[in-house]
Antibody
Framework: QVQLVQSGVEVRKPGASVKVSCKASGYTFTDYAIHWVRQAPGQGLEWMGWITPNSGGTKYAQKFQGRVTMTGDASITTGYMELSRLTSDDTAVYYC?????????WGRGTLVTVSS | EIVLTQSPGTLSLSPGEGATLSCRASQSVSSNSLAWYQQKPGQAPRLVIYGASSRATGIPDRFSGSGSGTDFTLTISRLEPEDFAVYYCQQYGTSPLTFGGGTKVEI
């Protein structure tokens, strides 16, 4: 069965960077894009961007351009999302999800807390 | 970007009643690439409907989606206790992908 397993809780200081991983299994990793979506406490869902693992092509939401980098390693079927220059507004649960006509499969989320 | 506006913000209903959730787009959604997700506290979203009207795997037939262009609806015919949650619409036909603000279905 399809599974997306994310890395654990992260705590960072303002100005730092964080890198979240998403280990995929149960399907051909290079056949589907990996999307990243975040959710601040008590707020709605916010799409950050996607990566197509077969080509390494990416598309980022304008809001995160210049601050986010999404990568993938097909040899270990893992996607990564790195966010730099963190502020308290980046405190959120970060989800990875598999693309393809709606986001059918999601990771459980990674809580990133930014606090001095 | 396409802005999705969901209404109402909160729907207060009882088990057994029907629910109608609305999602309006600021411009036409390409190829009816509109999805609905259910989210419960502390959980990841769960895909309910994709392509505006196709139920995702494992979703009971009391859930149905309809609409095209800029107006979409999620209908839950008879609410079960496990259906009380927040529902989000999302368009995935045009980049950037965008989500609506959500509708909370509460008892």
């Amino acid at each position: 069965q399809v599974q997306l397993v994310q890395s654990g809780v992260e705590v960072r200081k303002p100005g730092a960077s964080v890198k979240v991983s998403c280990k995929a299994s149960g399907y051909t990793f290079t056949d589907y894009a990996i999307h990243w979506v975040r959710q601040a406490p008590g707020q709605g869902l916010e799409w950050m961007g996607w990566i197509t693992p077969n080509s390494g092509g990416t598309k980022y939401a304008q809001k995160f351009q210049g601050r986010v980098t999404m990568t993938g390693d097909a040899s270990i079927t893992t996607g990564y999302m790195e966010l730099s220059r963190l502020t308290s507004d980046d405190t959120a649960v970060y989800y990875c999800a598999r693309g393809g006509g709606g986001l059918m499969y999601w990771g459980r989320g990674t809580l990133v807390t930014v606090s001095s | 970007e396409i802005v999705l506006t969901q209404s109402p913000g909160t729907l207060s209903l009882s088990p057994g009643e029907g629910a109608t959730l609305s999602c309006r787009a600021s411009q036409s959604v390409s190829s009816n690439s509109l999805a609905w997700y259910q989210q419960k506290p502390g959980q990841a979203p769960r895909l309910v409907i994709y392509g505006a009207s196709s139920r995702a795997t494992g979703i009971p037939d009391r859930f149905s989606g309809s609409g095209s262009g800029t107006d979409f609806t999620l209908t839950i015919s008879r609410l079960e206790p496990e259906d009380f949650a927040v529902y989000y619409c999302q368009q995935y036909g045009t980049s950037p992908l965008t989500f609506g603000g959500g509708t909370k279905v509460e008892i």
